[in-house]
């Protein structure tokens, strides 16, 4: 396996698990009524 | 007039009482003697709800209200201290017997699955050491039966109105799981191939659905005294025994005893094989023990690591059951106690981790994860750290004069809630990298995908973590309340999916991997330490525990219904709490030694008088 | 050493370790419910309010929620009865009060005629409320207590009480003040009694959360005194949170006041 691969390899990993985190922290929020949340306003 | 009804009245309670102090004895004798009179043991406990249905009144009867004066007094104990105790050793037995059936069943399952009959000795093996202690859980329920209706008659007469004939389907399936439990030992050798087998693994299921159900069954009792269901206001029942019992933290209760049960079960018989160990004297016998000593800590810490989930989850009813009740037990008087619960897992963590890394020495093949030990070591003492800095708490005038005002004034960032959170959720995270770096040191992947599995390996724990510290960091000081609790949900889904992942990951990239050398036995003497560390520090937390679970309730046998009115009707002190945990502790602890003790005392045989 | 000396010193050694941080926390003992009688003929408007005081943090368990941690409106830091006001004016009040009293009464025995907004069960929007209503289990107040809260929270931002004394009920059967304090003989007893030494360094004892009071007269006059006494945050010592209670001026009778400044002016 060449080096050019294993870059490769370990950018598309670390995408992936980043966006399925996200998804899955919108998922956790939302099931709970409540939005992501990422511009700091303060609810209610 | 008046005392001929206060004589009918004890006479009626003092029968009623008896009768079931008899049923009580009866369970306690036939413990040991099941077989043969389990029919005319079901005649009796017949006899004896017909006997107690007679009594039952016609219109709803809520519950008594007692003064001091309704409470027996005898001799100058404290009727609380010997509940206390007697309750306590028997939950700790019986939490034992219920759980070593549990993993038994699973490594005989094991062994019948990969023909290999180390496992099936050592199921047979843990099962001998619990069999001593059902006797002991038996004997202890009894007494604990005993004390209650001796200390607490009119509580006890309440709460058989209440449960009613549940309790004597409680009796018949303990009758139940001693004849199975007997079967399951005594038939291990007789059925132990080809088709036998599985009559054998059957019995070993059976014997588990009934103790579950006992447990669950059981657990109905001290759920309803918290938070009680089926009845009304006044403590009348109006509803049937299935909506008594299923009260709102039923479920909760259920599975957060069933999951700690299996882990302190695993740390007992871990303490068993580390004494074996250490007292072992050839080469096999410490190949065998630490083997087995492995194989409970990985039992203890498994099951050990989704527990604080569990709790989340029962603590979370608690307070959308009583908001009043969650708060008297997170941010009242019982606060400290999760200082002390902090030290306690803290304990846990780092002996097991220690553990797996003392046990990296088995293989050669470690050499390639020991840099990471440090970093895991650093992580943990400042998780822990954080941990046990003093939380932020609820405090009346008289706790903010013992303490000195309600935060502390360097140390108060880190006292509160999302600071824990993020550091034990890291604590759980590392404890299981080092669990996964231990199973992974005697192996190498062989799959053509093992580099793109072990970049998404990393790339799960780097981003969990990222996600833990940020949804703490972010929602906990950023923004408002209603983000501190959505965001612990984040860190707990985070942290699951890391143990999920990594579970996965390593049982399909390490299929048909290269199994490099390792030999049990060479392990240090020091390691087995942690292995008696566990179960210490297990049996500690789950008295701890106890305590808060059974104090929320403050003066109040059952919650909003029942008034306490003993002259112990207050919430102890911590100082107090924690030396009657120590008591129970080390009482638990020469129990344990001396089931050990009996245990092996089977496999010693008295050579023949030699003739001369 | 054999084995079993071995582990068993080491599991015993460990159960102490446990045993000695439980003890060496702070230790506090939860309360026994103590009903006691108040005679409702000697009760005075003054006691009456103090009876409500106690009650709040007491029995009542008012504090448990509605303190200064966000979980319920901090009811001891608002002005309950211009709150009141508010809250029957707001367009979303659908309960049958019509002046602060009965809205306050109402707010207590069924608070979930109007949640305030935010403060609502978790998902139920603000149309549930999480408080218990204080006349039922487990909480269980009593008529004239809840009208003592009532008359406590008016008095406290010095309102007008507008809740009668209780005269016509028979000698009810309620919590009494918490042993309404004796007033203090002397200034050591009066810190004693108001916990200065929490925070303070006085007398013999040692705390490093306030200023120290052992040298105090060296850098305040008497009148600065009284003043960081009465009204603590008029001038906050360089390097220490102003968290002193304000209320020692309500708390304090004028003679135990003059005592503790009396001995405070001679520390030097």
């Not at chain 3, 079993?4 to 015993?12: A, C, D, E, T």
Request: with cysteine.
């Amino acid at each position: 396996m060449n080096s050019g691969n294993t870059v490769v390899i370990w950018l598309l990993s670390f995408v992936a698990v980043g966006l399925f985190f996200y998804g899955l922290d919108h998922l956790v929020m939302s099931s709970q009524g409540l939005p992501l949340n990422l511009n700091l306003t303060p609810v209610q | 007039m008046r005392s001929g009804v206060a004589e009918a009245k004890f006479s009626n309670r003092l029968s009623r009482w008896m009768l079931w102090l008899l049923a009580v004895v009866l369970i306690v004798g036939l413990a040991n003697l099941t077989g043969i009179t389990l029919v005319d043991s079901v005649h009796a406990a017949e006899a004896v709800a017909e006997e107690a249905s007679g009594h039952l009144p016609e219109v709803l009867k809520g519950a008594p209200e007692l003064t001091a004066g309704d409470y027996p007094k005898v001799g100058n104990s404290s009727s609380r201290s010997v509940v206390w105790i007697l309750a306590q050793m028997h939950l700790f037995f019986a939490a034992f017997v219920l759980a070593v059936p549990l993993f038994v069943f699973v490594i005989e399952f094991v062994g019948v699955k990969t023909r290999d009959s180390r496992y099936d000795d050592m199921a047979h093996e843990f099962m001998k050491v619990s069999m001593t202690a059902y006797s002991i859980t038996a004997l202890l329920g009894g007494t604990l039966a005993f004390a209650l209706f001796l200390l607490y008659p009119d509580f006890m007469a309440y709460m058989l109105e209440v449960f009613g004939s549940q309790v004597l389907v409680y009796a018949l399936l303990f009758f139940l799981e001693s004849a199975v439990l007997y079967m399951y030992y005594y038939s291990w050798y007789a059925l132990r191939y080809g088709n036998a087998k599985y009559v054998h693994l059957s019995l070993g299921l059976l014997l588990n659905v009934v103790g579950t159900t006992l447990l669950v069954v059981a657990n109905a009792w001290a759920t309803f005294m918290m938070a009680p269901s089926g009845v009304d206001a006044t403590g009348a029942v109006t509803g049937d025994i299935w909506e008594i019992m299923r009260g709102p933290l039923w479920n909760p209760v259920n599975l957060h005893r069933f999951i700690a049960n299996i882990a302190f079960g695993g740390a007992i018989v871990g303490a068993y094989a580390a004494f074996k160990f250490l007292s072992g004297r050839t080469k096999a016998e410490k190949a065998h023990y630490d083997w087995m000593g492995y194989t409970s800590n990985f039992i203890a810490v498994l099951s050990f690591l989704p527990l604080p989930f569990a709790g989340y989850w029962l603590m979370a009813e608690v307070y959308s059951y009583s908001q009043q009740m969650g708060i008297t037990a997170m941010g009242g008087i019982l606060a400290w106690l999760f200082i002390v619960q902090a030290v306690l897992i803290g304990t846990i963590l780092l002996a097991s981790n220690y553990y797996l890394w003392s046990g990296m020495s088995r293989t050669e093949g470690s050499r390639r994860y020991q840099w990471m030990i440090k970093y895991i070591a650093l992580v943990l003492t400042c998780g822990f750290l954080v941990w046990v800095t003093p939380h932020t708490l609820i405090l009346s005038a008289k706790e903010v004069a013992a303490l000195g005002g309600s935060h502390h004034h360097l140390l108060g960032p880190l006292g509160i809630m999302p600071a824990k959170n993020i550091a034990v959720n890291l604590m759980l995270i590392f404890t299981f990298l080092s669990f996964q770096l231990y199973r992974r040191s005697d192996k190498v992947a062989t799959v053509s995908w093992a580099p793109a599995g072990n970049a998404l390996m990393v790339a799960i724990y780097a981003v969990a973590i990222a996600n833990v510290i940020f949804a703490g960091v972010y929602y906990g000081y950023f923004t408002n309340t209603v983000y501190k609790v959505g965001s612990s949900v984040m860190q707990v889904v985070s942290t699951l999916i890391v143990i999920g992942a990594g579970v996965t990951i390593d049982a399909l990239m390490y299929k048909g991997a290269k199994i490099l050398p390792s030999e049990w036995g060479k392990v240090s003497n020091r390691s087995q330490y942690a292995l008696f560390a566990l179960p210490v520090a297990f049996t500690w937390l789950m008295a701890l525990m106890g305590y808060v679970r059974s104090s929320v309730r403050g003066s109040w046998h059952v919650y909003t219904v029942m008034k306490d009115g003993s002259p112990d009707n207050y919430i102890p002190a911590i100082g107090h709490a924690g030396n009657m945990m120590t008591i129970v502790t080390i009482l638990f602890l020469f129990c344990v030694l001396f089931v050990f003790w009996i245990a092996s005392l089977s496999n010693t045989k008295q050579l023949p008088p030699v003739a001369e | 050493m054999g084995t079993l000396p071995k582990v068993l010193g080491f599991s015993l050694a460990l159960t102490l370790v446990f045993t000695g941080v439980a003890n060496l926390l702070p230790q506090v003992e939860g309360e026994s419910p103590k009903e006691e009688k108040v005679d409702l003929g000697a009760l005075t408007m003054e006691s009456f309010v103090a009876l409500g005081e106690s009650t709040v943090s007491g029995k009542g368990t008012c504090t448990l929620c509605h303190n200064d941690l966000g979980r319920a409106p901090d009811i001891l830091a608002l002005n309950m009865v211009a709150t009141a006001e508010e809250r029957l004016a707001d367009s979303r009040y659908q309960g049958k009060a019509t002046d602060v009293e009965s809205y306050l009464r109402e707010s207590m025995m069924d608070p979930g005629v109007y949640v305030v907004a935010g403060f609502g069960k978790k998902g139920s929007n603000d149309t549930e409320s999480p408080m218990p209503a204080v006349h039922k289990k487990p909480i269980e107040l009593s008529r004239v207590q809840i009208d003592a809260v009532i008359a406590f929270l008016q008095s406290k931002d010095g309102n007008d009480v507008t809740v009668a004394l209780p005269t016509d009920a028979p000698a009810e059967t309620v919590a009494a003040p918490a042993a309404a304090p004796a007033a203090a003989a002397s200034a050591e007893e009066a810190v004693a009694k108001y916990g200065c030494s929490a925070c303070h360094t006085i007398f013999d004892t040692e705390s490093p959360v306030g200023p120290n009071l052992t040298t105090v007269a060296s850098r305040l006059s008497v009148d600065e005194i009284r003043q960081s006494i009465i009204n603590p945050s008029a001038v906050i010592v360089e390097g220490f949170p102003p968290i002193m209670p304000p209320n020692f001026a309500e708390r304090m009778t004028v003679k135990e006041l003059e005592l503790l400044v009396a001995k405070l002016a001679e520390m030097k």
